[in-house]
């Protein structure tokens, strides 16, 4: 049984810092996209940060650019997500999610971006920034 377990969210005042942590089993971790998204009040969930452990590359919604790092540590089958310089409009549930990233005949990898590419969803932790 797949399981995404999220922890680490909060409520913080903006300019602080909070890191969630994502504890993953039941697949392949090794192998997957996993990562990080959000969805806010009355919009669309998007994606904050993914990144494909196949590969390693990263993918960063350009609002959280130069201010969330995301990492994974493959030996505890846990993605992490550091959140600095959190502004009011980070303000959203946060769901980790994982899938498999789809595989070019050349080797290369494409990193899914949407929500609806993802086949597996944790329960989501609330981060709320006040101003």
């Known amino acids: 049984e797949v399981q995404l377990v999220e922890s680490g969210g909060g409520l913080v005042q903006a300019g602080g810092s909070l890191r969630l942590s994502c504890q993953a089993s039941g697949f392949t971790f090794d192998d997957y996209a996993v990562g990080w998204f959000r969805q806010a009040l009355g919009e669309e969930r998007e994606a904050a940060s993914l990144?494909?452990?196949?590969?390693?590359?990263?993918h960063y919604a350009d609002s959280v650019q130069g201010r969330f790092t995301i990492s994974s540590d493959n030996a505890k089958n846990t993605v992490y997500l550091q959140m600095n310089n959190l502004k009011p409009k980070d303000t959203a549930v946060y769901y980790c999610?994982?899938?498999?990233?789809?595989?070019?005949?050349?080797?290369?990898?494409?990193?899914?971006?949407?929500?609806?590419?993802?086949?597996?969803w944790g329960q989501g932790t609330q981060v709320t920034v006040s101003s």
């Open positions: 990144i494909n452990n196949a590969d390693g590359k990263t």
């Open positions: 999610a994982a899938t498999r990233p789809i595989r070019y005949l050349s080797g290369s990898y494409w990193l899914p971006t949407r929500h609806y590419e993802y086949d597996y």
